[in-house]
T-cell receptor
Framework: AQKITQTQPGMFVQEKEAVTLDCTYD???????LFWYKQPSSGEMIFLIY??????QNATEGRYSLNFQKARKSANLVISASQLGDSAMYFC?????????????FGSGTQLTVLP | EAGVVQSPRYKIIEKKQPVAFWCNPI?????LYWYLQNLGQGPELLIR????????DSQLPKDRFSAERLKGVDSTLKIQPAELGDSAVYLC???FGPGNYEQYFGPGTRLTVT
């Protein structure tokens, strides 16, 4: 079974609108972390936001927030007030177990295009 | 603060030729990762180093791929001989170590095997 599933290969959003990128995950480990990365056409993976499995509150970082629904095993990324520079590939990833040195498992990504 | 540095950014080689990629992690980061990213997919881990020790190389095709991290700083990933299916982006990432959750990625090396 896929550990990380991103069901939206591509998404379009109008500039200044909000957009939600879906991510569901599968793990039996009670301790895990969920990450979102942005990959522009230049290729570099840019860390956006992190949610720990024991965190009580949804993570937020500026215009990014993570809608964490543990029972549904979903960790959707919400980008508010989209900007043209947000156009990129977005990857959801999971790390299972304790410690930062565990590997990240990535989803297949969602290509976001922000329209002017 | 300088980010993760990778070189070259692009490489085109013929099949059966050798190729090497270099990565310099963020200063002070003890953990270094090499990922393979095929077109339209997310990165997949090839190997992880803790200082100079390879602690997870289960997904590294050892018949043709090798890696080293001498002195626990920069690292080299080698393919010999390259095959057509090796065409991909090779990403290097680093993290501080236990207690720090972020992996910082370099820009990657795009390999084309013809």
């Amino acid at each position: 079974a896929q550990k990380i599933t991103q069901t939206q290969p591509g998404m379009f959003v109008q500039e200044k609108e909000a957009v939600t990128l879906d991510c569901t995950y599968d793990t039996s480990d009670p301790s895990y972390g969920l990450f979102w990365y942005k990959q522009p056409s230049s290729g570099e993976m840019i860390f956006l936001i992190y949610q720990g499995s024991y965190d009580q509150q949804n993570a937020t970082e500026g215009r990014y927030s993570l809608n964490f629904q543990k029972a549904r095993k979903s960790a959707n990324l919400v980008i508010s007030a989209s900007q043209l520079g947000d156009s990129a590939m977005y990857f959801c990833a999971m790390r299972e177990g304790q410690g930062s040195a565990r590997q990240l498992t990535f989803g297949s990504g969602t290509q976001l295009t922000v329209l002017p | 603060e300088a980010g993760v540095v990778q070189s070259p950014r692009y490489k085109i080689i013929e099949k059966k030729q050798p190729v090497a990629f270099w990565c310099n992690p963020i200063s002070g980061h003890n953990t270094l990762y090499w990922y393979l990213q095929n077109l339209g997919q997310g990165p997949e881990l090839l190997i992880r180093y803790e200082n100079e020790e390879a602690v997870d190389d289960s997904q590294l095709p050892k018949d043709r791929f090798s890696a080293e991290r001498l002195k626990g700083v920069d690292s080299t990933l080698k393919i010999q001989p390259a095959e057509l299916g090796d065409s991909a982006v090779y990403l290097c990432a680093s993290s501080f170590g236990p207690g720090n959750y972020e992996q910082y990625f370099g820009p990657g090396t795009r390999l084309t095997v013809t």
